[in-house]
Each structure stands twice: as structure tokens, then as C-alpha cells.
């Protein structure tokens, strides 16, 4: 029996398309999604998660880590700024955008 061509490859296995079986499916590979696919995998359950984007969504990889990290470099520079209050004298203070902005933009997660 010849099969219809839906114009996309699938990898065959004896003759059909492979398939998976999972017990639990997460959409959205988002803060809430992994969450959840990693509660289901202690439990002890095969978990797949779809994802269009990067893993992580946009709070991860846009959003609030990103945003946090800035937020903390800003709050260093007024940490630095403030320390002659308290009696430090900081002088020759350089900031080098280039390592903030690849440390931003490398951060990782285990998933």
C-alpha cells in the first residue's frame, strides 16, 4: 500500500512513523512548564516538552533574568558610587560593558 506524502520527512521505523509515547506533555517550555515537566519527571513520569523558542521563555531569556542582571550591575555602580559614605575611597572605577553584557546574554539553565 503506497502512504500519502504530506511533503514533510518522518523517520520511518518498520515501515510507519516513528512515534513516542510520554506520560505527560508540557507546552511551553516557559518558567511554568519547566516547572511542571520537572515536578511530573520526579514523580517519576516520561515527560516531553514542546517549544517553539528558546527554552527557558521569555521571563529566561528576555524578560526578568536578563532584566535582574542588569539590575544588579546598576546597583554595584551605586554600591561603588556610595562607599566614600562609609569611608572607602574607590578611585580609577572602569566599567567594561562588553563582560556584563556577554554574561547577560550566556546565562544557562539545567534543564
Not at 18 to 46: E, N, P
Not at 58 to 72: D, E, L, R
Not at 82 to 90: E, I, L, P
Request: aromatic fraction near 10%; charged fraction near 30%.
Amino acid at each position: 500500500k503506497k502512504e500519502k506524502s504530506t511533503g514533510k520527512k518522518q523517520k520511518k521505523v518498520a515501515g510507519r512513523a516513528a512515534q513516542k509515547t510520554f506520560d505527560y506533555l508540557v507546552i511551553g517550555a516557559g518558567s511554568g512548564g519547566l516547572a511542571s515537566g520537572r515536578r511530573a519527571a520526579g514523580l517519576g513520569k516520561k515527560v516531553a516538552i514542546i517549544e517553539h523558542g528558546p527554552v527557558g521563555g521569555t521571563c529566561v531569556n528576555v524578560g526578568c533574568i536578563p532584566k535582574k542582571v542588569m539590575f544588579y550591575c546598576a546597583s554595584h555602580a551605586e554600591y561603588i558610587r556610595d562607599h566614600a559614605d562609609y569611608g572607602f575611597k574607590v578611585t580609577d572605577v572602569k566599567f567594561d560593558w562588553s563582560i556584563i553584557k556577554k554574561n547577560r546574554d550566556d546565562i544557562k539553565f539545567d534543564i
